[in-house]
């Protein structure tokens, strides 16, 4: 599905002088690497601050704190989004509320998000999915008309854009993964909330150390250790200068795939560079489980993201969560296959990836 030491050997000089100069310094966390990627990185997304974080799923919950959910409050997002913001919710003590998907996009369908809103609903995610913007006009609208703030979960969308205006820009927060296999990914994990609201940039700040206001004095609470590696952020400043080049790869398979696969019973959306990133290249097949078979046989491997709605994890079995039902989510899940899509994956091999699937006579 991905070659992460071929993407990673590419620049191997870059990256050994990176960590050189780390470890030189004697500097290893929240210090200049990481200061400077925050500004290069909130620049790159077109907003005004970036706080850099451990991880994803952190992003998700600090910027929801900052935003002002608390336990007991509602927030709203897709089901069918590998349950990261709904692990950060629960974190909180707050509850998920699940709206339906687009079928034409697999994004959160705003209308959708609508019917959910209630006076509890301190929170709307946007999980820009795949690599692709979710609805962004019409769900900073929605949010603009109810007060809600909106939080963009672009663990999947670095770079993706409508109208200009880059994932990270239309929210008032946004959280960022920097996990190994994302359009930009660390050598380990790494995370970040940008934002262009200064209460939001201020309030991650505090939460990321332990509420520290500075060194031991503790102001808030919902704090935890969630502080950006020196070495991470010093690989990451390395990486975002080859980012615009690994995503143009991308959309050259994702082009490719959207024009030469032709199978009756495999779905392929149209091509959408201006919004699209190919994070992840997927189609959907009323008989996926036997074309994902058929694919492994011939040495082409493939992936479900994600296997289980939220709802439908089993975790929640029994409890009155697993009720919903959103009949766009559930119909997507059972179909949904993910080809290889990465910027090392040459044309030949996406050639040898649509042939297969034309080829296949079940
Ligand atoms: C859509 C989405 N949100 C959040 C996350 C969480 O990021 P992390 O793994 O860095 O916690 C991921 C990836 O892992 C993701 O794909």
Redesign the pocket.
């Known amino acids: 599905m991905n070659d992460l030491r071929l993407h990673n050997l590419a620049i191997y000089n870059e990256l050994e002088a990176a960590t050189k100069r780390v470890m030189a310094s004697g500097w290893f966390a929240l210090g200049p690497e990481v200061k400077s990627f925050e500004t290069a990185f909130a620049a790159w997304c077109g907003a005004a601050w970036c706080c850099g974080l451990a991880?994803?799923?952190?992003?998700?919950e600090l910027a929801l704190r900052a935003l002002g959910v608390e336990r007991g409050d509602e927030v709203i997002v897709a089901a069918n989004?590998?349950m990261?913001?709904a692990t950060a919710i629960r974190a909180i003590g707050a509850e998920p509320v699940y709206a339906d998907i687009d079928p034409a996009t697999l994004n959160i369908d705003p209308t959708d998000v609508a019917r959910c809103i209630s006076s509890r609903t301190r929170a709307i995610i946007a999980?820009h999915?795949f690599g692709r913007l979710c609805d962004m006009p019409a769900l900073r609208a929605l949010a603009d008309q109810y007060g809600i703030p909106l939080l963009e979960?672009c663990?999947?969308a670095h770079g993706a854009a409508l109208a200009g205006k880059k994932a990270g820009a239309w929210g008032d927060a946004a959280?960022f993964?920097?996990?190994p296999t994302?359009n930009l990914g660390a050598l380990g994990?790494?995370?970040a909330v940008v934002t262009s609201r200064r209460d939001v940039l201020d309030t991650v700040m505090l939460l990321r150390q332990y509420g520290w206001e500075s060194r031991y004095k503790v102001v808030r609470s919902g704090g935890s250790n969630s502080r950006l590696d020196e070495l991470q952020a010093a690989l990451l400043n390395v990486k975002l200068a080859h980012l615009a080049e690994w995503t143009r790869k991308r959309q050259a398979l994702g082009k490719f795939y959207a024009q030469n696969i032709h199978h009756p019973l495999v779905q392929v959306s149209p091509f959408a560079a201006e919004l699209h990133v190919y994070h992840l290249y997927v189609v959907r097949c009323s008989r996926r489980d036997e074309l994902k078979l058929f694919l492994g046989e011939r040495g082409i491997a493939t992936d479900v993201h994600y296997p289980y709605l939220d709802y439908q994890q089993p975790l929640f079995a029994g409890q009155p969560i697993a009720q919903t039902r959103l009949p766009h989510s559930e119909a997507a899940v059972k179909e949904i296959l993910t080809l290889p899509c990465y910027p090392e994956l040459g044309i030949a091999d996406a050639k040898y990836v649509a042939d297969a699937i034309n080829a296949w006579n079940p």
Request: proline residues 0%; without cysteine.
């Open positions: 991880n994803g799923t952190d992003a998700i989004a590998g990261y913001s999980t999915l979960d663990a999947q959280a993964s920097f996990y994302k994990d790494g995370g």
